[in-house]
């Protein structure tokens, strides 16, 4: 019999005669790779030289030195005495175009100034590029051609480019007569499209300054009293304009990037009330409009507007005077129409409009949905397909939370009072169309809904907020997922696990524990296709099958020499793939070591491609303590707009970035736009990519 199906035996004569057995050490396969004492993890750095594995960072113990470490073996490759963790920051980047990324360091505090990239030459780690540069910021960029790579720097009082051999090419402060260096700060941008760079260089008190490499790098022009932001093509020239704000009055402008001259002027949205200008493409020919917003306040009436870029000039598409304080454009009747959705939160005036592209009201929350309170907070929360394809958007009106939908209009469809909104979980039985999951105002306690009819399906008095957290998986692969709930032990209640499984008429318990519990995630650590729950407790952690509540691994009993948990390593667990076979293995922070642990049990195959929802995944570590990484999933590549909020409603971070179809992962530092710890308790998630937002919960607890 093969290991595989010895395995698939195993596990199901465990399900049926002893669920709660003990667990047999080692039946399961997951076996130590390598251990590193001495030393913390701080990150994976992909494959940075020649075998098929990827290279790891890590920084020692005694001095917080850094190293690059051999992801398979565990293995030093090389140390790094010059640069430590306190000190320096670090990223990969593929400076010379072979496809394989530098490691560069650089050193900003804790002694003289250094920046240094290293390349691994077939043998070694060698330094390629190194300088003394008191850089802020650096790194490569396209800006003489568009197949190989100069350095940009950023300096606390300077802007500076050099070749990979350390030549100097430009510097502002000798290059621009009357540099004043005050916080400077550059942008780059393809102007003409032809995949070389252009630099926008700022600088205080109010003067910027575009540049171009012809033969030497060439001011093209200078625009003084503004502050300048590249931005996209919103009219019918080949290259993007930019955003400005007049240093005058703060009022909004949009500058043509390639000449430097103020196209349009926007007097009456200024910055010091609130205003903003954002590009947005309402009617789907490929090219922004401008729309411009000053949000409401009880002594500045809202203004509204979006403009189109018409032959020669920008057209009126609407304008309105509708109380607003922020929108956003999502596809609610079909994926070729645009809408905004307008929301304001005030505290004398709350609502939520739905417009379309052509500035029509197509439905306003206080006059079309019934009993509307105008209670704070209103917010526009999700959209969610329901059973026949069509999308329920959800709003939270006070503690109420209403659903409406479009047919031929858009009308309330039901309302669940003394509940809010928590998330999307899919599809988790046998009808078609997903289910939401809300949370009781009253006692915190969870309850699962049906999204096109709003009946609850499930009550889950056990686990309730801010205690009881719940993710949402597939581990069976039969296109449902079941629901997995945990509970933070405390304040007279025991620590409780249990996963529910729709059986053909009722969500039923798949299996419970009462094992110690600070945090649970879901992983892929046997194959693509099999799930694992990871469990966290504040000394120890476990991997358990949640389909039979089997323990697989212990860290405690399965690694020789453990202690406990470090709970103050940046990487308590971490989930690579640190062997190539498709299937991540663990990194475990004692609190003397780092050690790598794989499922031995068989070689799993590649994952087949799939065909995505735009989904957000449940996050991990959640409850967490330092940091956790945010997961979803993109059905097409996306710039990726993450807020996250707190529990009253406040930003607490905002984060834009690019990515890829597929699931996708965003490291999150704890940290809020200012740098500053985000507090405790529940978060909430609010992820926007094409046009579409769905909404997710963290839970940090320190």
């Known amino acids: ?35 590193l004492a001495g030393w913390n993890l701080r990150g994976n750095l992909g494959n940075l030289d020649s075998d098929p594995q990827p290279e790891l960072i890590f920084s020692s113990k005694a001095d917080d030195h850094f190293a690059i470490v051999d992801g398979r073996t565990g293995v030093i490759e090389r140390e790094f005495p010059q640069f430590a963790y306190t000190t320096t920051g670090y990223e990969t980047a593929d400076l010379d175009g072979d496809g394989k990324p530098e490691l560069l360091f650089t050193r900003s505090a804790g002694g003289s100034p250094l920046n240094t990239a290293y390349h691994w030459n077939g043998s070694a780690y060698v330094s390629v590029f190194s300088n003394t540069d008191a850089a802020q910021a650096w790194g490569p960029a396209h800006l003489r051609s568009a197949t190989s790579n100069d350095i940009f720097e950023n300096l606390a009082n ?95 402008g949009l500058i043509d990037g390639l000449t430097g ?67 956003f454009t999502v596809h609610l009747r079909s994926a070729g129409q645009t809408e905004l959705v307008e929301t304001v939160n005030d505290a004398d005036y709350h609502d939520v409009r739905i417009r379309d592209a052509a500035g029509h009201v197509l439905f306003t929350a206080s006059t079309n949905i019934p009993g509307w309170t105008n209670s704070s907070p209103t917010t526009f ?87 009881g957290v719940f993710q949402a998986g597939d581990a069976d692969g039969d296109g449902r997922n079941e629901l997995y709930f945990s509970r933070v032990g405390g304040l007279g209640q025991p620590s409780l696990s249990t996963t529910y499984k729709w059986n053909g008429s009722a969500y039923a318990t798949v299996y419970s524990n009462t094992d110690t519990l600070q945090g649970l995630s879901l992983e892929h650590l046997r194959a693509p296709s099999l799930t694992e729950c990871l469990e966290v407790t504040n000394t120890d952690m476990r991997l358990r099958d949640p389909l039979t509540g089997l323990r697989l691994f ?28 498709g299937t991540n293995e663990l990194l475990i922070s004692d609190l003397n070591s780092v050690r790598a642990v794989r499922y031995a049990g068989f070689t799993a195959v590649p ?29 097409n590549d996306a710039l990726v707009g993450v807020r996250i909020y ?4 406040r930003q607490v971070r905002s984060i834009k970035r690019n990515f890829p179809a597929g699931r996708q992962e965003l490291a999150w530092d704890g940290r809020d736009d200012a740098g500053h710890d985000a507090p405790n308790g529940v978060l909430f998630l609010a992820i926007t990519a094409n046009g579409n937002t769905q909404t997710g919960k963290l839970v940090r607890m320190r």
Not at 262 to 278: H, M
Not at 295 to 300: A, E, H, K, L, S
């Open 261 to 327: 001259v103020v196209q349009n002027e926007f007097p009456a949205y200024t910055a010091t009330q609130g205003s903003s200008l954002v590009p947005a493409d309402l009617d789907g020919d490929g090219r922004p409009e401008v729309i411009l917003l000053r949000p409401y306040t009880p002594t500045v009436p809202t203004l509204c507007q979006a403009l189109k870029w018409n032959v020669s000039h920008f057209d009126t598409l609407f304008k309105h005077t509708d109380p607003e304080g922020q929108f």
């Open 554 to 581: 212990t860290a405690s009993s399965d690694l020789p020499g453990f202690t406990s948990l470090d709970m103050n390593a940046s990487n308590i667990v971490s989930e690579y793939d640190l062997d190539g076979n």
């Open 607 to 635: 994952k087949p491609a799939e065909h995505l929802a735009f989904q957000v995944l449940p996050s991990a570590p959640s409850p967490f303590r330092a940091s956790t990484t945010i997961r979803f999933a993109l059905p």
């Open 381 to 467: 929360l999700s959209i969610i397909p329901d059973a026949n394809g069509t999308l329920q958007s959800l709003l939270m009106d006070g503690n109420t939370v209403r659903a409406i939908h479009y047919g031929a209009s858009f009308l309330p469809t039901w309302a669940a009072t003394g509940w809010q909104f928590v998330g999307d979980v899919g599809n988790t039985d046998t009808t078609p169309g997903h289910e939401v999951m809300l949370n009781n105002v009253t006692d915190g306690r969870y309850g699962l809904f049906d999204v096109a009819t709003g009946a609850e399906k499930k009550d889950f008095s056990n686990f309730k907020t801010p205690a």
């Open 158 to 252: 300077d802007i500076i480019i050099r070749d990979l051999n350390g030549n100097l090419l430009f510097r502002a402060s000798t290059a621009i007569p009357g540099w004043v260096g005050a916080s400077p700060a550059a942008q780059l941008v393809d102007l003409n499209n032809d995949g070389i760079l252009e630099m926008l260089v700022m600088d205080v008190p109010d003067k910027a300054w575009m540049f171009k490499y012809t033969g030497a790098f060439t001011q093209l022009w200078s625009r003084p009293g503004w502050f300048l932001q590249a931005d996209q093509n919103v009219d019918s020239d080949p290259q993007p304009e930019l955003i400005g704000l007049n240093t005058t009055d703060y009022h909004y």
């Open 646 to 649: 707190d529990a009253a409603g």
């Open 1 to 35: 019999m093969s290991r595989s199906r010895a395995a698939l035996a195993l596990s199901l004569f465990l399900l049926f005669t002893a669920l709660n057995a003990p667990r047999v050490a080692g039946a399961t396969n997951f076996t130590p790779m390598w251990t």
